[in-house]
Antibody, heavy 120, light 110 residues
Framework: EVQLVESGGGLVQPGGSLRLSCAAS????????MHWVRQAPGKGLEWVAR????????NYADSVKGRFTISRDNAKNTLFLEMNSLRPEDTAVYFC?????????????WGQGTLVTVSS | QSALTQPASVSGSPGQSITISCTGT?????????VSWYQQHPGKAPRLMVF???YRPSGVSDRFSGSKSGNTASLTISGLQSDDEADYYC??????????FGGGTKLTVL
């Protein structure tokens, strides 16, 4: 069974940094685009970033561009999201998602999410 | 990167059919068939229900169907059941090589 397990969330002050990880298993991680999607408390889903299979092509939402960096380690089947200059509006559950169709945003599998809270 | 437009809420009685619309632009829904629909129950991760406009993943009931006309996609749920009560989100690939979601629709089964 495909598994995506996020970690690294927590409470951070505005302007601080966090690094999220997502451990993937039971599928060919290196063959799939991967994304991060977030959901603020009581709000809808918001796309954050995506990364191609080889880790070279990356795209970001305007709301996080220049502050967040997506990366992957195919040897360790792990996806990352480095978050800097965090703002209160970045408070959300962050989901690691597997893209089943070539970076198109077809999310066949989701992690359980990790909560990031930005507050002083 | 404006969000796709969905109605905030829809409702129906058990056994009835409902349709949720999702309106975008020529830069997303209107130009790509990468439209997906997700179901989310409270406190749970979303679940893929329809992809590429009108395809269902294995295990999803054929009561769920998708369609698209111009810049608007739709999700129809027939034979409503109590367990269908959830939030539903549409999404689309965009010409900016990003993904955009709708604001979500709360489905209430009366």
């Amino acid at each position: 069974e495909v598994q995506l397990v996020e970690s690294g969330g927590g409470l951070v002050q505005p302007g601080g940094s966090l690094r999220l990880s997502c451990a993937a298993s039971e599928f060919s991680f290196s063959y799939d685009w991967m994304h991060w999607v977030r959901q603020a408390p009581g709000k809808g889903l918001e796309w954050v970033a995506r990364i191609k299979t080889d880790g070279i092509e990356k795209n970001y939402a305007d709301s996080v561009k220049g502050r967040f960096t997506i990366s992957r380690d195919n040897a360790k089947n792990t996806l990352f999201l480095e978050m800097n200059s965090l703002r209160p509006e970045d408070t959300a559950v962050y989901f690691c998602v597997r893209d089943a169709v070539l970076g198109s945003g077809t999310y066949s599998h989701w992690g359980q999410g990790t909560l990031v809270t930005v507050s002083s | 990167q404006s969000a796709l437009t969905q109605p905030a809420s829809v409702s129906g009685s058990p056994g009835q059919s409902i349709t949720i619309s999702c309106t975008g632009t020529r830069s997303d829904i209107g130009n790509y068939n990468y439209v997906s629909w997700y179901q989310q129950h409270p406190g749970k991760a979303p679940r893929l229900m329809v992809f590429q406009v009108n395809y269902r993943p294995s295990g999803v009931s054929d009561r769920f169907s998708g369609s698209k006309s111009g810049n608007t996609a739709s999700l129809t749920i027939s034979g409503l059941q109590s367990d269908d009560e959830a939030d539903y989100y549409c999404s689309s690939y965009t010409g900016s090589r990003t993904v955009v979601f709708g604001g979500g629709t709360k489905l209430t089964v009366l």
